[in-house]
C-alpha cells in the first residue's frame, strides 16, 4: 500500500451535460477528457481522486461521441470532495474549457442511480451535401423496408458482422432550402455492438445505393431514456427532484 494519508472521500457527485460543436468534434475521447481535467483544475473544482500509486480523479464518461461528430449531448459525471452549487460548477467549468466544449447543464445526482443505465437511444442529425432529397426519401423506404439490413464493421472485439435495421427506430428525411443537400434525422436504440450513424448509411448503400460525394456531418441532438416510438427525454430530469441534492453520493468511477 502506498504511504500517506487515504484521498478525501466523495461528498457529492455532479452530472454534467456538455456539447462539442466546431472543429472540436474532430477531438478525441481521450483528448477530451484530458481537457476537463485541465479545467476542473483551474476553475478549482475540489474533485475527489482514486485511491492506490496512481490516484486519478473521479471523472467518468457515458455515451461518448465517435471521433469527428459533433454532439449536443455529452454527459459526464465527477465526484467532489466538498458540497458545491451545480450552477456555480456549470460557469466555472465552462468558461475554464476551450471553445467548443460548452457545459449545458449539472445537477445533483440521485443515489442509487445510473446515469449510463438512462441512455438507451440517441437522435442524430445527417447533412448529406450532394444527395437530392428524393434520392434521400427513396434510400429510406428501402432501408424501413427491409426486416433485417446486416453490415460488418472492426471493433474492439475484432470484426463483427450485425443488423442495424433492428436499432432504427425512426428514420426521416427533412429537406431545406438552406442546405444543398438531404438532411437525416434518425433515432437508434443503443444496441451491443453499437450501431453508429455511419453503420446506417452503410446500410442504406447496401439497400439503396446511396453514397453520398462527401462525407456527412453528423450530430448528435440527443441521448436518454425512450419514452414513446422515436421520442427521448432528458436523462437528467430524474436527478433535478430536491431530494437528489440531499442525497448519499454514490461512488464514482476514475
Same mark, same amino acid.
Given at each position: 500500500?502506498?504511504?500517506?494519508?487515504?484521498?478525501?472521500?466523495?461528498?457529492? +457527485?455532479?452530472?454534467? &451535460?456538455?456539447?462539442? =460543436?466546431?472543429?472540436? =468534434?474532430?477531438?478525441?475521447?481521450?483528448? *477530451?477528457?484530458?481537457?476537463?481535467? &485541465?479545467?476542473?483544475?483551474?476553475? !478549482? *473544482?475540489? #474533485?475527489?481522486?482514486?485511491?492506490?500509486?496512481?490516484?486519478?480523479? +473521479? *471523472?467518468? $464518461?457515458?455515451?461518448?461521441?465517435?471521433? !469527428?461528430?459533433?454532439?449536443?449531448?455529452? $454527459?459526464?459525471? @465527477?465526484?467532489?470532495?466538498?458540497?458545491?452549487?451545480?450552477?456555480?460548477?456549470?460557469?466555472? /467549468?465552462?468558461?475554464? /474549457?476551450?471553445?467548443? @466544449?460548452?457545459?449545458?447543464?449539472? %445537477?445533483?445526482? =440521485?443515489?442509487?442511480?445510473?446515469?449510463?443505465?438512462?441512455?438507451?437511444?440517441?437522435?442524430?442529425?445527417?447533412?448529406?451535401?450532394? #444527395?437530392?432529397?428524393?434520392?434521400?426519401?427513396?434510400?429510406?423506404?428501402?432501408?424501413?423496408?427491409?426486416? %433485417? @439490413?446486416?453490415?460488418?464493421?472492426?471493433?474492439? +472485439?475484432?470484426?463483427?458482422?450485425?443488423?442495424?435495421?433492428?436499432?432504427? *427506430?425512426?428514420?426521416? %428525411?427533412?429537406?431545406?432550402?438552406?442546405?444543398?443537400?438531404? @438532411?437525416?434525422?434518425?433515432?437508434?436504440?443503443?444496441?451491443?455492438?453499437?450501431? =453508429?450513424?455511419?453503420?446506417?448509411?452503410?446500410?442504406?448503400?447496401? #439497400?439503396?445505393?446511396?453514397?453520398?460525394?462527401?462525407?456527412?456531418?453528423?450530430?448528435?441532438?440527443?441521448?436518454?431514456?425512450?419514452?414513446?416510438?422515436?421520442?427521448?427525454?432528458?436523462? /437528467?430530469?430524474?436527478?433535478?427532484?430536491?431530494?437528489?441534492?440531499?442525497?448519499?453520493?454514490?461512488?464514482? !468511477?476514475?
Amino acid at each position: 500500500m502506498p504511504d500517506g494519508p487515504a484521498p478525501a472521500p466523495v461528498t457529492q +457527485k455532479l452530472r454534467v &451535460r456538455y456539447a462539442k =460543436r466546431g472543429r472540436l =468534434r474532430f477531438t478525441s475521447h481521450r483528448d *477530451i477528457s484530458r481537457a476537463v481535467e &485541465r479545467a476542473v483544475r483551474r476553475a !478549482g *473544482i475540489p #474533485v475527489a481522486f482514486s485511491a492506490g500509486f496512481t490516484p486519478h480523479p +473521479k *471523472i467518468s $464518461y457515458a455515451g461518448a461521441a465517435a471521433t !469527428g461528430t459533433a454532439s449536443e449531448a455529452e $454527459y459526464l459525471e @465527477i465526484g467532489l470532495t466538498e458540497t458545491r452549487d451545480p450552477e456555480r460548477v456549470r460557469a466555472d /467549468l465552462d468558461a475554464a /474549457l476551450p471553445d467548443g @466544449i460548452d457545459v449545458i447543464d449539472v %445537477v445533483p445526482a =440521485r443515489a442509487g442511480t445510473a446515469l449510463a443505465d438512462r441512455l438507451e437511444a440517441s437522435e442524430w442529425l445527417l447533412r448529406l451535401d450532394g #444527395v437530392p432529397s428524393d434520392t434521400a426519401a427513396s434510400a429510406v423506404a428501402a432501408f424501413l423496408g427491409s426486416e %433485417v @439490413i446486416e453490415v460488418e464493421r472492426l471493433t474492439k +472485439k475484432g470484426r463483427r458482422r450485425f443488423d442495424t435495421r433492428s436499432a432504427v *427506430i425512426a428514420l426521416t %428525411v427533412e429537406s431545406s432550402n438552406a442546405d444543398p443537400g438531404a @438532411i437525416l434525422r434518425m433515432v437508434v436504440r443503443h444496441a451491443t455492438p453499437a450501431v =453508429r450513424p455511419d453503420d446506417v448509411l452503410t446500410g442504406l448503400r447496401q #439497400v439503396a445505393d446511396l453514397a453520398p460525394p462527401s462525407p456527412p456531418l453528423v450530430t448528435r441532438l440527443a441521448q436518454g431514456p425512450l419514452d414513446g416510438p422515436g421520442r427521448i427525454t432528458d436523462p /437528467l430530469d430524474p436527478d433535478r427532484d430536491p431530494v437528489a441534492a440531499g442525497a448519499e453520493p454514490d461512488a464514482v !468511477g476514475a
